[in-house]
């Protein structure tokens, strides 16, 4: 049964965002881009956290990630990928609707691109020196 928040962007999502789809999820490109090329995998039953995924359903978001890679390695070429949730409000989810981030990277897009995902708590990601 897939749930449904009418007030909750990504269960009202139009059509034409959908870039692809499966029975548990779409895949969309963000709406404000990190980078070009960001895309969201987004489970169509509303819940807020990669925890209360079944899973099966994890296994289907993840068949999309790899969709979701394989086109942006075929269009786009990055060098590189961050893939990421923001669960919860501590780790900063704005949208209380699980989402995966899958951001291409570029090299260069940053001058010094080491730590990746540790910049989340700045003072803690540059390790190496």
Same mark, same amino acid.
């Given at each position: 049964?897939?749930?449904?928040?009418?007030?909750?962007?990504?269960?009202?999502?139009?059509?034409?965002?959908?870039?692809?789809?499966?029975?548990?999820?779409?895949?969309?490109?963000?709406?404000?881009? *990190?980078? !070009?090329? $960001?895309?969201?995998? %987004? #489970? @169509?039953?509303?819940?807020?956290?990669?925890?209360?995924?079944?899973?099966?359903?994890?296994?289907?978001?993840?068949?999309?990630?790899?969709?979701?890679?394989?086109?942006?390695?075929?269009?786009?070429?990055?060098?590189?990928?961050?893939?990421?949730?923001?669960?919860?409000?501590?780790?900063?989810?704005? *949208?209380? !609707?699980? $989402?995966?981030?899958? %951001? #291409? @990277?570029?090299?260069?897009?940053?001058?010094?691109?080491?730590?990746?995902?540790?910049?989340?708590?700045?003072?803690?990601?540059?390790?190496?020196?």
């Amino acid at each position: 049964v897939t749930v449904v928040n009418h007030s909750c962007p990504f269960c009202t999502l139009l059509p034409e965002r959908i870039v692809a789809a499966n029975e548990a999820g779409w895949i969309v490109r963000d709406a404000y881009p *990190v980078t !070009h090329g $960001h895309t969201l995998v %987004i #489970p @169509r039953r509303h819940i807020s956290s990669f925890f209360e995924l079944v899973a099966d359903e994890r296994q289907q978001l993840l068949l999309l990630l790899d969709i979701a890679r394989a086109g942006l390695d075929v269009e786009l070429h990055p060098q590189g990928y961050n893939i990421g949730i923001n669960d919860g409000p501590a780790a900063g989810q704005t *949208v209380p !609707h699980l $989402h995966i981030h899958l %951001i #291409p @990277r570029y090299e260069g897009d940053i001058p010094d691109p080491r730590g990746g995902v540790r910049w989340v708590i700045p003072h803690k990601a540059k390790y190496w020196t």
